[in-house]
């Protein structure tokens, strides 16, 4: 019955979402029909120009000039199919993809990891949207869709047409070091919705996206960036559960499928290949039984989990083999491009299907429009890319996945005379969260205990507590992501059980996995999970403690016994 109700929500959410996209031609139809620019183009090309369109540099402007000049020499002398940009400011970027599509005879794809945003890579002058794991628990799929819209429209903005994005794993083991709260969390059902409803914003915002990592990357507790991970799950599991959300993406549409670096024997038993580099599982099961027509992206080539087994560009011929069409950040481009070209000559790969590659890259990016392709304008660039509508439905993004576990019956009974204790703990300053309290309690006092606090100063605070009836705690973790342990020594850990144990409010702006590794928490009678440290997140537990939003948000992942997907009142 589940899967029925599940399935129905995607058809209403495709009929939704249908308006925008109406006016768009469906990007797979079009990228595999015949288009006269595209064979003007193709018709130009070498054959060395042919295979270098199957290859993405890495691009940064925040590595000073002599790199970005190095870049764009590459672009020049190769005349690859696109650039990967990282880091760096929003005009810089502008600058530096202004200077390379302008060396490039075939326009450049301009691809970028914007799982959250533009912020993801660019976090101190854009917006960053909540990480998936908190989107994973929002029970409006409307607004992630809106997400999407807005999410295309700073990219066009900036002059970058590819997303990968977003993150279909299934992020069912915890210790999972490379996923985690980039997924929308443990349920494939609720991970293909919400995976949907942000590749449909994007695609329907006028830009291409890839579903990511193929044929599943949640359950390992390995980095495929430093060493190769192993899935020894049956075919039947991976087919049920792992590629259950790349399947039905694919029957709606999507436009690209990123493929991760991992060994799974049960789907090819070759000794250390990576799912990246596997006939087997790019052409034999992603292509030809899940019938997947669109872009078919590798992951980053210069990653361990890729390049420890095949070294000095063999990797790069493998992956073209198995039935990748565009190649992410090879160690060495111009090598691979030689490679391929004698592997070509060796009968390893047919020009006929270097050539129908080629062609649909040329298709996307003439349904890109960038046969049209025009400067990106740095006038108010910082001002439209910091949009106060994006602004405002951040916020209510934050607002929806806001999360209540165990009840609200210290919510309902605060009293805003009486004396309340504000603690934030994890930090070193006062929070968004206690300024947004302040000014609605008559009588409060805030602390502050960072998340290595001594004894001492643990317990001056315990000692003050004693003066307060109501106490209001919040948990943070003030590290770049949100990891599943919280760095709080064992002297803030035992605080926070004593603190469980009384009437006090806890509010989680941290992983909500984390609450495993404190003891005691579910003895709290009230926890509101807010998923990670950021202002908008503050603000949005904030409207609770006072009475403005009631929590709608579900836990999107186990926690442990306590905690369970679903969870929320």
């Given amino acids: 019955m589940l899967k029925k109700t599940v399935c129905v929500s995607i058809l209403v959410a495709s009929l939704c979402f249908g308006a925008v996209a109406q006016q768009r031609e469906a990007f797979i139809p079009f990228i595999n029909s015949e288009h006269a620019w595209v064979d003007s183009v193709f018709r130009t090309l070498t054959d060395r120009d042919k295979v270098a369109q199957l ?43 202004n200077r390379y599509q ?40 409307a607004l992630i869709y809106q997400m999407g819209l807005e999410v295309a429209r700073d990219f066009k903005r900036l002059g970058m047409n590819v997303n990968f994005a977003p993150v279909v794993d299934i992020n069912n083991n915890p210790r999972n070091p ?23 914003g994007m695609m329907d915002g006028g830009i291409v996206t890839s579903l990511k990592h193929f044929p599943g990357h949640g359950d390992t507790d390995v980095d495929s960036h430093y060493d190769l991970p192993q899935l020894n799950f049956t075919a039947g599991h991976l087919d049920s559960m792992e590629m259950y959300p790349f ?30 580099l596997s006939k087997h599982i790019i052409t034999g099961i992603l292509k030809e039984r899940f019938g ?35 190649l992410e950040l090879s160690q060495n481009s111009a090598r691979a491009i030689d490679l391929v070209l004698q592997a070509i000559k060796q009968g390893r790969l047919a020009q006929q299907d270097i ?68 603690i934030s703990i994890g930090l070193s300053e006062l929070s968004e969260f206690q300024r947004m309290l302040e000014w609605r309690f008559d009588n409060h006092m805030h602390y502050v205990l960072s998340a290595n606090a001594t004894a001492d100063d643990v317990a001056a605070v315990a000692t003050e507590l004693r003066r307060y009836s109501q106490v209001i705690v919040a948990l943070h ?10 760095n709080f020594n064992s002297t803030v850990r035992l605080f926070i059980n004593e603190l469980a144990y009384r009437n006090a409010i806890f509010c989680i702006f941290a992983n909500p996995y984390g609450l495993a590794g404190l003891p005691g928490i579910e003895q709290a009678k009230s926890i509101l999970v807010c998923y990670q440290n950021d202002d908008v997140m503050q603000r949005a537990a904030a409207k609770v ?10 836990l999107p992942v186990t926690v442990n016994a306590f905690f369970r997907y679903g969870d929320g009142k």
């Fill in 55 to 97: 290859f993405m540099v890495r691009a940064h402007s925040n590595l000073g000039q002599h790199y970005i000049d190095s870049v764009a020499g590459v672009v020049q002398q190769e005349q690859l199919g696109g650039i990967v940009l990282f880091q760096g400011g929003p005009i810089r970027h502008a600058q530096v993809i």
């Fill in 247 to 276: 399947r039905e993406l694919i029957k709606a549409g999507a436009s690209g499928v990123m493929v991760a670096h991992m060994s799974i024997p049960s789907l090819d038993n070759t000794p250390h290949l990576p799912s990246s």
């Fill in 355 to 422: 050539d129908a590659r080629v062609k649909k890259i040329l298709a996307t990016k003439y349904w890109l429009g960038l046969n049209n392709r025009q400067p990106v304008e740095l006038t108010n660039l910082y001002r439209d890319l910091n949009r106060q509508s994006t602004q405002t439905l951040n916020q209510r993004l934050a607002d929806a996945s806001v999360t209540l576990l165990q009840g609200d019956s210290l919510i309902r009974a605060i009293n805003y005379n009486r004396r309340t204790a504000i």
């Fill in 102 to 141: 302008q060396l490039s005879k075939v326009p450049l794809l301009v691809a970028f990891d914007g799982e959250w945003g533009l912020g993801m890579r660019l976090a101190d002058s854009t917006i960053s949207f909540p990480y998936q794991m908190a989107l994973g628990a929002v029970q409006n799929e």
């Fill in 178 to 200: 490379v996923i985690n709260y980039r997924s929308f969390g443990e349920n494939k059902y609720n991970v293909t919705s919400k995976g949907l409803a942000y590749m449909r």
């Fill in 477 to 486: 973790d003030d590290r770049t992501r949100p990891r599943s342990t919280y």
């Fill in 545 to 554: 403690i006072l009475k403005r939003l009631t929590p709608s948000g579900r």
């Fill in 292 to 326: 997947f027509k669109g872009l078919t992206f590798t992951d980053a080539m210069d990653m361990n989990g890729v390049v420890k087994h095949f070294q000095n560009g063999e990797a790069d011929v493998r992956a073209i083999i198995a039935g990748n069409d565009l």
